[in-house]
């Protein structure tokens, strides 16, 4: 009679020090949901610049240049995110003799996702999805010109016309990664200079993002409270890229190993 897995690997007694060896189950210690990063690149719609511009044109620009590259600035606000899910729509086959329901995959689908933002005191993160909303559709009077937001208002024959997909979706990565990413000597010298490495990560890449919705941020009179923005985004799909940084072991050993090889190529 064969055996369980669970049995047959012993996975039923572990000691500590099995799971900590890199002889046992590497990496066993549990990652965390509040290390993350969030990057929206603003110049990736086909090669085409008009976004950005509009961007630029229509949003209140802080004064620290930071339109350069806006994504970098909504990174450090980014208050919630997700790693994306996705899911098979499958169908089914009924034998009508052997009494068995066989099901198949038909689609893999990309469900919605939100990111919430925190609202800075010059409102740039309102600013940039609301931009990004009005040049997907913008508003428009007559000569097909946007105008300013004084002469929309005073237009009762305003209209809007789409844009073409490919000139507002952009790509975007989520990345969740370890907070390990300080040498050992780093955390125990008092010094100016810290020696980094890149740590355990995993990162989706978005592929044609846009927003499809800015979920409404209540006020009220009472405690002060921090606003948040919450944006779902729509998208075609993602691709994932996993890194493990090298251990500290094999990184000595390297170190040993140059130090021994670069004495004898100069001997040469």
């Avoid at 993350?36 to 950005?52: C, E, R, S």
């Avoid at 995110?81 to 098979?88: E, I, M, N, Q, T």
């Avoid at 068995?100 to 940039?128: G, H, M």
Wanted: aromatic letters at 14%.
């Amino acid at each position: 009679m064969p055996n369980s897995r669970v049995f047959s690997k012993d996975r039923f007694y572990l000691r500590t020090e099995e799971l900590l060896n890199l002889g046992g189950f590497d990496n066993a210690v549990p990652a965390f949901n509040n290390v993350y990063d969030v990057y929206i690149n603003f110049n990736t719609q086909g090669g085409n610049p008009n976004l950005m511009q509009f961007l630029k044109q229509h949003v209140l620009i802080p004064a620290n240049n930071v339109m350069n590259e806006p994504g970098d600035n909504l990174a450090l606000f980014c208050s919630e995110a997700v790693l994306p899910g996705s899911s098979l729509q499958t169908a089914a086959v009924s034998g009508l003799r052997q009494g068995v329901t066989q099901n198949y995959a038909v689609y893999r689908r990309y469900p919605d996702f939100n990111l919430t933002f925190y609202s800075q005191k010059d409102y740039f993160t309102q600013e940039i999805f609301n931009g990004w909303l009005e040049y997907i559709s913008p508003t428009q009077i007559e000569d097909r010109n946007h105008g300013s937001i004084d002469r929309q208002r005073s237009r009762d024959n305003a209209f809007k016309k789409l844009k073409y997909p490919r000139s507002y979706k952009c790509e975007m990565e989520i990345t969740s990664f370890s907070s390990d990413f300080l040498m050992p000597e780093s955390r125990q010298n008092d010094q100016r200079r810290v020696d980094k490495r890149t740590p355990n990560y995993i990162t989706y890449y978005m592929k044609n993002c846009f927003p499809s919705n800015i979920i409404a941020a209540p006020l009220a009179y009472g405690n002060a409270e921090l606003i948040k923005t919450t944006v779902s985004f729509k998208y075609d799909y993602f691709t994932i890229a996993r890194g493990a940084r090298i251990d500290d072991e094999d990184r000595s050993l390297r170190e040993k190993a140059q130090k021994l090889i670069s004495p004898f190529m100069l001997a040469i």
